[in-house]
């Protein structure tokens, strides 16, 4: 099968310009060339009209609740949620029901993941058995058996020991370690909470030479701990989500759908991460999609689960935040949201090349929406921000060629 998408403004975030006009040729799933006016021939053609073509985002960073708590989300209404928002690729954490901490369990939702979900998923195993922090997982085996990463994400690794261990073993394996960075012994609100963590895990790579990767980062205590660490040259990668880039605690209000660990912090927080992510210090956006049912957020703010979800509003709401205000040029916003995780992951993607995936979003950069919480494709609706006006809007998304979203509020 072949595509012919013609008349983009063609985006690739590793490319110099980054941006041109042109026209983009599929093949068997594949990109086969990249040019003007390139011949139609036997393709099927999509006419981008000068929109952006870029490659599709891949998000370290996903809750799809399979197994065990399909009522907030599955891998089928995940995946349409990620096809929404330009997510090609998403990494999927192992705090599920029973966790992701043994091969049958892995497999089995790898095994589901081809038969229903429309984006590529790869799928995080724990480092401890039941994410309880006592016992190490055989990472060896869940590696052999196609784990992409290791994490105890939803709570820290308990044990330095057993984080260590972790480390030394992910870097022979070659994959990455994920640290949900959070000292128990204090409250979330406290930074120090995540900072704590945070130089633990800087010492722990330092010691070893091993990388990790620092999840959802949200404070300016821990903007600093990475300076330091990227200025020694340390292995340490680190992400942070879009509402850490634009909500602060002020905006929370006691509004269940804005709880999430770590919490919304102060101002000064939210300018120091910004500041961070456009200077390379935090590698990645992701979104930690963390979805919950309307009955268990309609709860009293206090008994409420933590979390958001993130999918179908992570590209506008960096766009708005950081684009649109001149902050990061849009193929240095891709960078992050695509080329880099890429590289963190993996896995293939993230650039604009023959022979690449065609994993592609076509991106109205300009068009304005807004977020309707009843309108996501999640199941669940717990959305940061309801209400508001986003700038950017997905118009179309390819996975290996094959369109797997197309706007329904136009036609592209």
């Not at 724990?126 to 105890?152: K, N, Q, S, W, Y």
């Not at 269940?256 to 910004?274: H, S, T």
């Amino acid at each position: 099968m072949k595509v012919l998408i013609r008349g983009a403004l063609l985006l690739d975030p590793g490319a110099t310009p980054a941006g041109r006009r042109g026209d983009l040729l599929i093949r068997e799933g594949r990109i086969e060339a990249i040019g003007e006016q390139l011949p139609q021939g036997d393709a099927q053609v999509i006419e981008a009209g000068g929109l952006v073509l870029a490659p599709g985002l891949v998000d370290l960073h996903v809750h799809l609740r399979y197994p065990g708590q399909t009522h907030k989300e599955d891998l089928a209404t995940g995946g349409r949620a990620a096809a929404a928002g330009g997510v090609t690729t998403f990494c999927a954490m192992p705090n599920t029901t029973p966790a992701v901490d043994n091969v049958d369990t892995l497999q089995d939702i790898r095994l589901q993941a081809q038969a229903v979900c429309p984006v590529k998923l790869r799928q995080a195993a724990a480092i401890t058995v039941g994410l309880r922090g006592e016992r190490p997982t055989d990472l060896a085996a869940l590696a052999a058996a196609g784990a992409a990463a290791f994490t105890d994400d939803g709570r820290p690794v308990l044990s330095s020991a057993h984080m260590k261990q972790a480390l030394i073993e992910a870097a022979r394996l070659g994959l990455p370690v994920f640290s949900h960075s959070e000292d128990l012994t204090l409250p979330p609100e406290d930074p120090a909470s995540e900072a704590i963590a945070v130089a633990r895990e800087i010492a722990l790579a330092e010691q070893t030479g091993c990388p990790v990767h620092i999840c959802h980062v949200s404070s300016a205590q821990s903007v600093r701990l990475l300076r330091d660490a990227r200025a020694a040259g340390l292995p340490v990668t680190a992400e942070t989500a879009p509402h850490y880039l634009t909500l602060t605690a002020e905006e929370v209000r006691g509004d269940p759908n804005r709880k999430m660990n770590p919490p919304l912090r102060g101002e000064r927080d939210r300018q120091a991460v910004c500041a961070a992510l456009c200077e390379g210090v935090i590698d990645v956006i992701a979104t930690d999609h963390a979805p919950h049912s309307p009955a268990e957020k309609a709860l009293p703010y206090a008994e409420a689960p933590n979390g958001v979800v993130g999918l179908e509003t992570s590209l506008a709401a960096a766009i708005t935040a950081l684009v649109v205000p001149g902050l990061l040029s849009l193929p240095a916003l891709f960078y992050r949201m695509a080329t880099r995780p890429a590289e963190i992951l993996g896995v293939p993607g993230g650039r604009l090349l023959p022979g690449a995936p065609a994993d592609l979003v076509l991106l109205d950069p300009v068009a304005r929406w807004r977020v309707e919480p009843d309108r996501l494709h999640s199941r669940s609706k717990n959305t940061p921000f309801a209400g508001r006006e986003l700038t950017g809007r997905v118009k179309l998304t390819l996975v290996d060629g094959s369109v797997v979203y197309r706007d329904d509020r136009g036609e592209t």
